[in-house]
């Protein structure tokens, strides 16, 4: 069984792609030593983020992550474990998306409505999962030769 956990968090500074960047590489090189994998979304004034891996991996990092002076009000939503990962070929995918995009991408709805309302216990259960491989196939798609450089390369 997986660990996995969703938080999300305010920038301290106006967010950039180049900011989300730094974050994923940085998440590149640290969490393959914990077998740490995950997806990064930069969506206007809030980061989401998906951690999965050995529970006290998971939470050791985001211990780290509370410290980071780039968040300020972070919350974990959802935690549990599952059968196995959703991200298992990428260390730290990561998406910068606008409410605009995030309103177009029919595929994202679950995203943009947990976003709205992450206490929503449906978005919690089960549905939770298939969200985040929606999120994932989607991102593929989308964002093709970004997914492609942040595969990882074993």
Known sequence: MIFYLIYTSKPRVPMTMEI??????????????FNITGMLLGIEGHYLQYLEGEEKDVLNLLEIIKKDVRHKELVVWVQGFY????????????????????????????????????????????KFMHMMQGLLNTWIAHEPERSKRLKNVE
Do not use: C, H, Y
């Open 20 to 33: 989300v960047d730094e974050i994923t590489e940085a998440s590149i090189r640290n969490n393959k030593e």
């Open 83 to 126: 059968d196995n990962r959703v991200f298992s070929e990428w260390s730290m995918g990561s998406w910068m998306l606008t409410n605009e995009k995030l309103e177009k991408l029919t595929a994202l709805t679950d995203i943009k409505n947990f976003l709205e309302n992450p206490e929503n216990t449906e978005l919690q259960t089960t």
